[in-house]
Nanobody
Framework: VQLVESGGGLVQAGGSLRLSCAAS????????MSWYRQAPGKERELVAS????????TYDDSAKGRFTISRDNAKNTLYLQMNSLKPEDTAVYYC?????????WGKGTLVTVSS
């Protein structure tokens, strides 16, 4: 399993970013996927999840109404569209999949939101 995140960067408050996660080494279309984030000095937290066929999406309260998780099973890619970004969204964002009871994470992509 390989998960490679991209799309992070520095953005001003109120701005937008779209994160991508390129997945390989497993049947992407068969698994639910998630985005997590970890801010400096804090524990990793779940941001959003999506079912294998995109039929179900869930969000942390902090992301509702601002973030949209999506996936393209033909491209083996997971996305996170982030709008109305706030300084408190600053974190490393990780792509995640659980396969056969094992947790897999990418190396993360850093999002920094300036005030």
């Amino acid at each position: 399993v390989q998960l490679v995140e991209s799309g992070g960067g520095l953005v001003q408050a109120g701005g937008s970013l779209r994160l991508s996660c390129a997945a390989s080494g497993f049947t992407f279309s068969s698994y639910a996927m998630s985005w997590y984030r970890q801010a400096p000095g804090k524990e990793r937290e779940l941001v959003a999840s999506i079912s294998s066929n995109s039929g179900v999406t869930t969000y942390d309260d902090s992301a509702k109404g601002r973030f949209t998780i999506s996936r393209d099973n033909a491209k083996n890619t997971l996305y996170l569209q982030m709008n109305s970004l706030k300084p408190e969204d600053t974190a490393v964002y990780y792509c995640y999949v659980r396969k056969f009871g094992i947790n897999y994470w990418g190396k993360g992509t850093l999002v920094t939101v300036s005030s």
